[in-house]
T-cell receptor, first 115, second 115 residues
Framework: AQSVAQPEDQVNVAEGNPLTVKCTYS??????LFWYVQYPNRGLQFLLK??????LVKGSYGFEAEFNKSQTSFHLKKPSALVSDSALYFC?????????????FGRGTSLIVHP | EPEVTQTPSHQVTQMGQEVILRCVPI?????FYWYRQILGQKVEFLVS????????KSEIFDDQFSVERPDGSNFTLKIRSTKLEDSAMYFC?????????????FGNGTRLTVT
């Protein structure tokens, strides 16, 4: 079975400071990892993904995430937070080959960026 | 950029009534999904659909739920006899292929309130 843990319900950061939103995963085989963002009353929007290759992946709006196989983590990062980054962030995982191709999502982490 | 569209944005119904939630996936996508998100909880997979049949479903997707692609564009989720605990945000998503690593494209969701 595959699962995702987002240990923080909420992350608070001041505008201009770096931000990290944590995600750990469990999956059989190689993982495909995704981050999505959800703004109020909107659907989930894709931010970035890790499939293979470089452990640091870059995505939309200046976000990046680092895949760490030994720690089974895929933390989302941004060097300088904006107030407009305030939203709900979801990590998702699916097996890269074999098994289910259905992504499993975490509970979501609310990011609040203070002016 | 093409989008997944969902209607209605908000549906209020009485317990025991039937509801149909509608989705128009992206036109060249072949795989369709329904997820739901109970307030404050994680995004949960309900069902995936390909080639006019269900390809996978979760334990949540019991006999009160059904999906249909009645024509070339719409993809519907029917809840036969709604319960209070069905109150949630329901998201439709689509993807071009099943085994590729492309992300899901989500609609803005339908908020279902069962009273």
């Amino acid at each position: 079975a595959q699962s995702v843990a987002q240990p923080e319900d909420q992350v608070n950061v001041a505008e201009g400071n770096p931000l990290t939103v944590k995600c750990t995963y469990s999956v059989s085989g190689n993982p495909y990892l995704f981050w999505y963002v959800q703004y109020p009353n909107r659907g989930l929007q894709f931010l970035l993904k890790y499939i293979t290759g470089d452990n640091l992946v870059k995505g939309s709006y200046g976000f990046e995430a680092e895949f760490n196989k030994s720690q089974t983590s895929f933390h989302l990062k941004k060097p300088s937070a904006l107030v407009s980054d305030s939203a709900l962030y979801f990590c998702a995982v699916r097996e890269g080959s074999g098994g289910s191709y259905i992504p499993t999502f975490g509970r979501g982490t609310s990011l609040i960026v203070h002016p | 950029e093409p989008e997944v569209t969902q209607t209605p944005s908000h549906q209020v119904t009485q317990m025991g009534q039937e509801v149909i939630l509608r989705c128009v996936p992206i036109s060249n996508h072949l795989y369709f999904y329904w997820y739901r998100q109970i307030l404050g909880q994680k995004v949960e997979f309900l069902v995936s659909f390909y080639n006019n049949e269900i390809s996978e479903k979760s334990e949540i997707f019991d006999d009160q739920f059904s999906v249909e692609r009645p024509d070339g564009s719409n993809f519907t989720l029917k809840i036969r006899s709604t319960k209070l605990e069905d109150s949630a945000m329901y998201f439709c998503a689509s993807r071009k292929g099943r085994q590729d690593n492309s992300p899901l494209h989500f609609g803005n969701g339908t908020r279902l309130t069962v009273t």
